[in-house]
Structures are given as structure tokens and as C-alpha cells.
């Protein structure tokens, strides 16, 4: 491990235990280099790479600010690779999805089952979040809200291994979030029914309704996996029809 690699890592600890989210703005350079023990050309570097990497947003004049949590940093997807493999196999995204349907699922029964009024006002946090990056504008960090939403229900399960498969396939599902959200929400119907699913999955997680959350994930995902299909579908005879007409 590099040293700035170390140094990323030291500051994703200390940026979770400030309790930081996304949207959140960090502490400014001279205040992180203090809690750090860090040189101000090490903090830059760090900085550099994670803005780079889509990690942090730098605004002028105003700061950095968290467009991922921390807690995701060691996991962050390597979308040229993510993105080459869903070219040579564009299935691959499917699968993701079904893998999804079958993980997530549980995750919300034992979240409906198990959350504490933390992990609640971390769920609604992050749906809220979501509805305002999408109200915004906001297709980036839409994206990122919508898959720390999914996660958040992960994390309410209090199921270790669950919440450890979750993370280790964060990277895909942001990434399949991207894919499924440009497809999906340029249409306002598909935009008003998934805003409508996500409402549903956390409603039936605050009423401690277990049968329901789970259903609710799984029409989510059904719903997602079906659209995309039919929109990948009437691509494909676009671009035949149109090589037919050439």
C-alpha cells in the first residue's frame, strides 16, 4: 500500500467518525491536516486523487465535499474495467440485477425486522437525499444516493455477512445504478413509478413490515430488470432497422 493510498484510508476513518454523508462538505485543509498530522502536500495528493476518482467534489471557492461515503473509498468500482466487461457481455448487467433481487430482498426483510431509529433516520436520510440530488438535477449524485439508499438497508439488517456481501458488491451496484437510472429516468412514467417503488420499500421498513419490504425490494428490481430489457430490445431494432435502411 502507497502512502497516499494509507493516507486515503486515514481519512475516510476520520471523515466516518465525524459522522460525515454525502452531500456533506468537509473540514477545511488547515483543520484536516491538524487531525491528520498530515503535510498539506500529502493532504492535496489525497484530495487530488479523490476528486479524480469521483469520490469528493471540489467547488470553488467553497470546499470539498463527500459524493460518496467513506466507508465505500476501498471499494470504489474501476468503471473502465466494469465498463469493458458490460461491452464484450452487456447480460453481465442483468445478472447483477438478479443478484441483486435475491441479496436485497433479505436485507430489507431483516432490516423491516431489526432496524433501530438510527438506522431508520439513515434509510430516510438517504432516500431524502435522493429525491433531492433527482429533483436537482443531479444525475451523479442521484446515482450515488440511490445505491447508499439500497446499502443503508443492508446496513439496518444487522446481519454481518449480509452487510459484508452488500459491500463487497457496492462497486457493481452503483455502477448498475448509473447504467439502470440513464435508461430508466429519462421517461417521467418510469421516473414517478421507481420514485414510487423506493417509497414503498421504505414505508414498509418503517412499519416494521418484513413480507412487505421484501416484496416491495423485489418488484423494485423486477421492475428495473424488465424496462431495461425492453428498452435494450427497441434499441436493437432501431439500430437493425437502420442498417436495413442504409
Not at 121 to 143: K, N, P, T, V
Not at 155 to 179: C, D, G, P, T
Amino acid at each position: 500500500m502507497t502512502v497516499i493510498d494509507h493516507s486515503i484510508q486515514k481519512l475516510a476513518k476520520m471523515l466516518e467518525a465525524l459522522g460525515l454523508n454525502v452531500g456533506d462538505r468537509l473540514p477545511a485543509e488547515r483543520k484536516l491536516c491538524e487531525m491528520l498530522s498530515m503535510s498539506r502536500a500529502t493532504l492535496r495528493e489525497v484530495l487530488s486523487q479523490l476528486n479524480a476518482q469521483g469520490m469528493l467534489n471540489k467547488r470553488q471557492g467553497s470546499g470539498s465535499y463527500l459524493t460518496t461515503h467513506p466507508s465505500l473509498w476501498s471499494i470504489t468500482p474501476n468503471l473502465n474495467l466494469l465498463g469493458s466487461l458490460i461491452s464484450e457481455d452487456p447480460d453481465y448487467r442483468y445478472d447483477v440485477q438478479e443478484a441483486r433481487a435475491v441479496l436485497e430482498s433479505g436485507t430489507a426483510w431483516y432490516a423491516a425486522k431489526r432496524a433501530t431509529e438510527e438506522d431508520l433516520q439513515m434509510i430516510r436520510q438517504a432516500y431524502e437525499q435522493l429525491l433531492y440530488y433527482q429533483e436537482q438535477g443531479q444525475d451523479e449524485l442521484s446515482a450515488d444516493a440511490d445505491a447508499a439508499f439500497h446499502l443503508a438497508i443492508a446496513e439496518a439488517s444487522h446481519n454481518v455477512v449480509l452487510i459484508q456481501m452488500m459491500r463487497n458488491v457496492f462497486k457493481l451496484l452503483r455502477y448498475n445504478v448509473a447504467l439502470g437510472r440513464r435508461k430508466l429516468y429519462a421517461e417521467p412514467q418510469r421516473f414517478n413509478q421507481l420514485n414510487l417503488q423506493h417509497t414503498a420499500v421504505l414505508s414498509a421498513i418503517e412499519r416494521r413490515d418484513p413480507e412487505a419490504a421484501s416484496a416491495a425490494v423485489r418488484q423494485h428490481l423486477d421492475f428495473v430488470i424488465q424496462e431495461v430489457r425492453e428498452i435494450d430490445e427497441a434499441e436493437a431494432r432501431r439500430q437493425r432497422k437502420n442498417r436495413l435502411d442504409l
